[in-house]
């Protein structure tokens, strides 16, 4: 199954408005929201059933039992995480803790014990597609893990599909890098913004150091027609195939809010993202004969 | 007075509002705390620029002393060590630096070195300090160096406005940490209203005082703003959908520098947020 991921660098350049749209033109069986911080494909893919919960188990958290517990602090003086709160005892900052046992195997009380935590929630919606998603419980970290276990989940309900459309999480950092790990491709949408020619230069960097394959689209590129030759411009000198230009277009907002893709109404940016979608699965899947 | 500027998501407008806030501040301190796509800098234009390396420690194996034991590798909760071929095999980007393999390894074969992860960069614009973090590309985590950022955070009582990270997550949490208000930016969609509750209950969790901004308002409904009428936020401002402003934004110019217009906006934005650290504080002391 070749997988396409949709990346932007930063959120709100339009990545889940392209994913939907791509998912309904390449009427596709099988699709994941990777943005377990902040998920929004949910909000424009009417789904029929309800979805198999599941709870997501981050990395562990420490706790001390204060009956046991001595008084040396030398949990507090080798936590790097600053999460040992001395006050009246000692007592761990939930959200400051990694789960990285040291404390534990320092205490020599046996005091300190590391405890399994829920950190989010995965959801997994079969009907005639599948459709796999989470929602990272709000301040936990190893937000990576659960991306994967969220690609985990839809490639083992995938079946024999050919392909799965994936909606990227934003930035660089870890969740990204555990979306690209196995991808095929990855679709860059860029924003004709100075900002966002940073954004994207830096995630092109990233999804090169990962060895995988980019192909480029403008959003909204009528906001700044200077900076979207610019960004075309860019591709051409660094061989990175471009898959064209969507304009602005308050029709999206409408349908978006509707709770719709822009390839369900006929609207300018539906069509030109229809161009954009064709063009990338040319290059994903050649036609070799 | 240190105010975040937060949202469920990039590009709502996080930056466009706290590198305002500072311009129109005058005499106060930007700090960019979106290590992985910094773009504040790219509007300031900073000067008389001064750079920080910043890194992170990760364990050194020296091979003579291991004798494969494997005490590190089954400790490590992050699989960051691996034990292959009679050699301990380091992956750094997993490594989160608990030292946790050094301390406990019986032969003392491990030491621990520095990795470089991002740096830092202070410089002025105007009369506003400017401090950037900046990650490389290919690390995981800018925890560290946002640590590290919030110790440019002045002792004086100037204004500071924290850009923060998109989401809710660890990340943004470090960055709220030591804000006495919390400004959200809220986009008048469904996706908008959906990343705001994200970020609401994550101030709420953390007790911080809080109001909306709500950016790019277009005609019509705005799903965002019920919601704050509904859970009885405070609405700090509203933002108009602009081309003009989109234009000179999308250009990283700053408008309050450029048009007596959109400093008004922002300069009254400034008064009103002011007002409710005030009142916060009042309250709380």
Same mark, same amino acid.
């Given at each position: 199954?070749?997988? /396409?991921?949709?990346?932007?660098?930063?959120?709100?350049?339009?990545?889940?408005?392209?994913?939907?749209?791509?998912?309904?033109?390449?009427?596709?069986?099988?699709?994941?929201?990777?943005?377990?911080?902040?998920?929004?494909?949910?909000?424009?893919?009417?789904?029929?059933?309800?979805?198999?919960?599941?709870?997501?188990?981050?990395?562990?958290?420490?706790? *001390?039992?204060?009956?046991?517990?001595?008084?040396?602090?030398?949990?507090?003086?080798?936590?790097?995480?600053?999460?040992?709160?001395?006050?009246?005892?000692?007592?761990?900052?939930?959200?400051?803790?990694?789960?990285?046992?040291?404390?534990?195997?320092?205490?020599?009380?046996?005091?300190?014990?590391?405890?399994?935590?829920?950190?989010?929630? /995965?959801?997994?919606?079969?009907?005639?597609?599948?459709?796999?998603?989470?929602? /990272?419980?709000?301040? @936990?970290?190893?937000?990576?893990?659960?991306?994967?276990?969220?690609?985990?989940?839809?490639?083992?309900?995938?079946?024999?599909?050919?392909?799965?459309?994936? =909606?990227?999480?934003?930035?660089?950092?870890?969740?990204?890098?555990?979306?690209?790990?196995?991808? =095929?491709?990855?679709?860059?949408?860029?924003?004709?913004?100075?900002?966002?020619?940073?954004?994207?230069?830096?995630?092109?960097?990233?999804?090169?150091?990962?060895?995988?394959?980019?192909?480029?689209?403008?959003?909204?590129?009528?906001?700044?027609?200077?900076?979207?030759?610019?960004?075309?411009?860019?591709?051409? @000198?660094?061989?990175?195939?471009?898959?064209?230009?969507?304009?602005?277009?308050?029709?999206?907002?409408?349908?978006?809010?509707?709770?719709?893709? *822009?390839?369900?109404? =006929?609207?300018?940016?539906?069509?030109?993202?229809?161009?954009?979608?064709?063009?990338?699965?040319?290059?994903?899947?050649?036609?070799?004969? | 007075?240190?105010?975040?500027?937060?949202?469920?998501?990039?590009?709502?407008?996080?930056?466009?509002?706290?590198?305002?806030?500072?311009?129109?501040?005058?005499?106060?301190?930007?700090?960019?705390?979106?290590?992985?796509?910094?773009?504040?800098?790219?509007?300031?234009? +900073?000067?008389?620029?001064?750079?920080?390396?910043?890194?992170?420690?990760?364990?050194?194996?020296?091979?003579?002393? &291991?004798?494969?034991?494997?005490?590190?590798?089954?400790?490590?909760?992050?699989?960051?060590?691996?034990?292959?071929?009679?050699?301990?095999?380091?992956?750094?980007?997993?490594?989160?630096?608990?030292?946790?393999?050094?301390?406990?390894?019986?032969?003392?074969?491990?030491?621990?070195?520095?990795?470089?992860?991002?740096?830092?960069?202070?410089?002025?614009?105007?009369?506003?300090?400017?401090?950037?973090?900046?990650?490389?590309?290919?690390?995981?985590?800018?925890?560290?160096?946002?640590?590290?950022?919030?110790?440019?955070?002045?002792?004086?009582?100037?204004?500071?406005?924290?850009? &923060? +990270?998109?989401?809710?997550?660890?990340?943004?949490?470090?960055?709220?940490?030591?804000?006495?208000?919390?400004?959200?930016?809220?986009?008048?969609?469904?996706?908008?209203?959906?990343?705001?509750?994200?970020?609401?209950?994550?101030?709420?969790?953390?007790?911080?005082?809080?109001?909306?901004?709500?950016?790019? &308002?277009?005609?019509?409904?705005? +799903?965002?703003?019920?919601?704050?009428?509904?859970?009885?936020?405070?609405?700090?401002?509203?933002?108009?959908?602009?081309?003009?402003?989109?234009?000179?934004?999308?250009?990283?110019?700053?408008?309050?520098?450029?048009?007596?217009?959109?400093?008004?906006?922002?300069?009254?934005?400034?008064?009103?947020?002011?007002?409710?650290?005030?009142?916060?504080?009042?309250?709380?002391?």
């Amino acid at each position: 199954m070749k997988q /396409l991921l949709i990346l932007s660098g930063k959120g709100g350049t339009g990545k889940t408005t392209m994913a939907s749209a791509f998912i309904k033109f390449a009427q596709a069986k099988v699709f994941a929201d990777c943005d377990v911080d902040a998920p929004n494909l949910h909000l424009v893919m009417n789904q029929s059933v309800e979805p198999i919960r599941s709870d997501y188990y981050g990395l562990p958290k420490a706790e *001390i039992n204060p009956d046991l517990c001595v008084n040396c602090g030398l949990c507090m003086q080798h936590c790097r995480f600053d999460s040992i709160i001395e006050d009246d005892g000692y007592t761990i900052d939930y959200y400051a803790c990694e789960g990285c046992g040291v404390c534990e195997a320092v205490c020599p009380a046996g005091a300190i014990s590391l405890n399994p935590a829920i950190a989010g929630e /995965l959801m997994l919606y079969k009907n005639d597609s599948v459709f796999s998603t989470a929602e /990272l419980k709000m301040g @936990s970290g190893t937000s990576g893990m659960l991306v994967s276990e969220v690609k985990k989940q839809m490639k083992e309900a995938a079946g024999d599909a050919d392909f799965a459309i994936i =909606d990227g999480s934003p930035g660089i950092g870890c969740p990204v890098i555990a979306s690209i790990s196995g991808v =095929d491709m990855v679709l860059i949408v860029a924003e004709p913004s100075v900002s966002g020619i940073s954004d994207m230069e830096r995630i092109i960097s990233t999804a090169a150091k990962f060895q995988t394959r980019a192909i480029v689209c403008i959003n909204k590129y009528d906001t700044n027609i200077v900076n979207s030759e610019k960004i075309e411009a860019f591709c051409k @000198s660094n061989n990175l195939p471009f898959a064209g230009k969507i304009p602005f277009d308050s029709e999206a907002v409408k349908a978006v809010n509707k709770g719709l893709s *822009i390839a369900d109404v =006929d609207c300018a940016s539906g069509r030109a993202a229809r161009e954009v979608f064709e063009r990338t699965f040319e290059i994903m899947f050649p036609i070799t004969n | 007075m240190n105010i975040a500027v937060l949202s469920g998501k990039g590009g709502t407008g996080k930056t466009l509002v706290s590198v305002n806030l500072a311009a129109a501040a005058g005499k106060s301190t930007y700090i960019d705390c979106d290590v992985e796509e910094p773009n504040g800098h790219l509007f300031f234009k +900073p000067e008389q620029i001064e750079s920080e390396k910043i890194s992170v420690k990760i364990p050194l194996i020296d091979d003579a002393l &291991c004798n494969g034991c494997r005490k590190c590798v089954d400790f490590c909760k992050f699989n960051a060590l691996a034990y292959v071929g009679s050699k301990v095999l380091l992956f750094d980007v997993m490594c989160h630096s608990c030292g946790g393999c050094s301390l406990l390894c019986p032969q003392k074969a491990i030491s621990e070195i520095d990795k470089n992860v991002g740096e830092i960069q202070k410089g002025v614009s105007e009369d506003v300090t400017v401090v950037t973090g900046i990650m490389n590309t290919g690390e995981a985590s800018g925890v560290p160096i946002i640590k590290n950022l919030l110790e440019y955070i002045p002792s004086s009582n100037e204004s500071v406005f924290i850009d &923060c +990270p998109p989401g809710s997550a660890c990340i943004v949490m470090e960055s709220i940490k030591d804000a006495d208000y919390c400004v959200l930016v809220a986009e008048p969609t469904l996706f908008g209203v959906h990343n705001l509750n994200m970020v609401y209950n994550l101030v709420k969790l953390f007790g911080k005082p809080h109001g909306v901004v709500l950016n790019k &308002c277009l005609e019509g409904d705005n +799903p965002s703003e019920k919601f704050c009428i509904e859970n009885r936020i405070k609405i700090l401002g509203r933002i108009p959908f602009d081309n003009e402003l989109g234009t000179l934004n999308s250009n990283a110019l700053i408008v309050a520098r450029e048009s007596d217009k959109y400093r008004a906006i922002f300069t009254s934005l400034l008064e009103t947020v002011t007002k409710e650290v005030q009142h916060e504080t009042a309250v709380n002391s």
